[in-house]
């Protein structure tokens, strides 16, 4: 689906789109797909307060089986909302059924989260990759979720030298990253500039490792 000829944008929110770029367009549970492009779909934890389960898992099965819809996401915890995290990691679960049975990767939003993340994970018998974007946290907590299988997605935070992901980065072996824009203003070109400034490759080689691990993830 998507090569290594590709800068593949593993979450965004923008759906404008060049044919050097394949990317996975965040999309809500409410309204229709567009005609083009690549999708995932999910309720954000921002989100839940105004959904009722049965609603949002019925929106989620009637989409998902769209050819175009790659993942569910972006779906997660976050500990800094005021949603309760029970009424979030309910949500959540509910989500991640609809991944299992219709074996479609997560791409998931954490924040101050991780450790739930991977409790959770462990708990569970989950088999389809984890994607957390976003990332930006410490070496050590990077090394726990690649421990634990993770997919980890790095995005603007690498821009920034003062930020953990610019420090964690190197470390994180490549076969488990994927590159991102969300929101911000930095292209994904710009993105992968600095990545594989960071891991001492030329982008042609990160871009064929990042299309090796899509491959493994979303086949
Ligand atoms: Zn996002």
Redesign the pocket.
Known sequence: MFSSEEFINI?T?SLQTKPSISQIY?HSINGDLPSEGFFSIGMHPWHIKENKIETVLTSLMEMVTHPNVKAIG?IGIDRAIETPYELQEKFFKAQLTVSEHFKKPVII?SVKAHSDLLFIHKSGSYKMPWII??FNANKKTADQLIKAGFYLSFGEALMNEQSKAFEAFPLVPTKQIFLET??SSYSIEEIYEKAASLKKMTVEQLKQKIADNFQTCFK
């Open positions: 979450h929110h965040s972006e939003h974007h976003g969300d929101e």
